[in-house]
């Protein structure tokens, strides 16, 4: 039997719709830096979708890149970002946050959320204590959607971190490596020009729905940092050919393919989770995304591995929790191989 792979969600090239539109590329020539007619017309289509049609829309290599330069970008030297525990500027970019030379504020996190009453009493604490010229400021909030743990911030969740933001002047940007699964699941309520509204920044992700490469910053408000492009390509995020990022957002955003590929992702998902509950297998964290957690001995997880690829995320004990993550490329047979695995 072939090895299956399900480690991550961005295992594959680039929907097919991208590679032809590429390929349709060949021959031509484009102004660089993303200054070309084709990002152009990305930038229209995506401020449209997300009802912010004065705003302003960069695009940017990968996820850790747009993450380093926006929050470095928005804070000043002697500010902090707040963030999950679990969150991703917290765990998994190497520190990149604070190589920037801002510090990570953790707040605990359930099932890799943050609410506003945290967020609230972070803030509080700083302001309320005398020796807080001291201290970090916490200048700003970070939020993915969907979370690390694949859960979602409902539109009660965000208006009440956004209300917060608004009341300790704390910037809110939102992580959206993965937005295209949030936006497809079930129960989701938060929409594009909900972000637009309740948020100062935030972004599309490419990589792992769907494009080759590349992340699609929206500022919603327009000079909300001035100079942005100048110190995107200070911090190396800055790609020459930007015709090739703005190609794919145009692609991305033209009949609604993102939110069709986020969907695929979605509901192969939520076929591997029946099966997981019907087998009796214990899933970690749930929700209606594309990646799925499983507690399994460490046995058990080595004896499956042998056969599907997938991700480790952490130790528990006797036990290891192993990640499971769908895509946009997974396919009907090879989930159907992996519930008959499992």
């Known amino acids: 039997m072939e090895k299956l792979y399900f480690a991550s969600d961005y295992m594959e090239t680039a929907a097919p719709e991208i590679m032809e539109a590429l390929a349709g590329l060949a021959g031509k020539k484009f102004t660089g830096y993303g200054s070309d007619v084709i990002s152009e017309s990305a930038r229209r289509k995506i401020l449209a979708a997300a009802g912010a049609l004065e705003g302003e829309v960069y695009f ?22 707040i963030a999950a525990s679990t969150g991703h500027v917290s765990v998994h970019e190497a520190g990149a946050i604070e190589c920037g030379g801002h510090k990570v504020l953790t707040l605990p996190a359930k099932d890799g959320k943050i609410g506003a009453a945290d967020i609230d009493g972070l803030a509080g604490t700083y302001w309320n204590d005398e020796n807080h010229e001291h201290m970090v400021m916490p200048a700003m909030v970070y939020i993915s959607q969907p979370t690390e743990y694949g859960t979602l911030y409902s539109l009660k969740e965000l208006e009440e971190i956004s209300a917060v933001c608004r009341k300790w002047k704390l910037a809110l940007y939102v992580d959206g490596a993965r937005l295209a699964y949030a936006l497809s699941a079930k129960g989701n309520d938060v929409t594009l020009k909900d972000l637009s509204r309740l948020t100062d920044v935030f972004y599309i992700g490419g990589t792992k729905c769907g494009a080759l490469l590349g992340e699609a910053v929206v500022f919603p408000k327009k000079g909300t940092v001035p100079h942005f492009f100048t110190m995107v390509k200070q911090h190396g995020a800055l790609l020459a050919k930007g015709w090739a990022a703005g190609l794919q957002f145009d692609t991305l955003f033209t009949g609604g393919l993102y939110e069709k590929l986020g969907k695929n992702g979605d509901e192969t998902a939520d076929s591997i989770r029946q099966a997981l509950d019907e087998k009796g297998y214990v899933q970690d964290v749930r929700n209606s995304t594309n990646q799925i957690f499983i507690t399994l001995t460490h046995e058990k997880a080595r004896a499956l591995s042998e056969k599907v690829e997938m991700g480790f995320w952490e130790n528990k004990g006797d036990n290891v929790v192993m990640r499971i993550a769908t895509s946009w490329a997974s396919t009907e047979e090879e989930t159907e191989k992996l519930i008959a695995l499992l």
């Open 60 to 81: 940017l290599v990968g996820g850790t890149q747009t993450n380093a330069t926006v929050i470095d970008t928005m804070l000043r030297p002697y500010e902090g970002v």
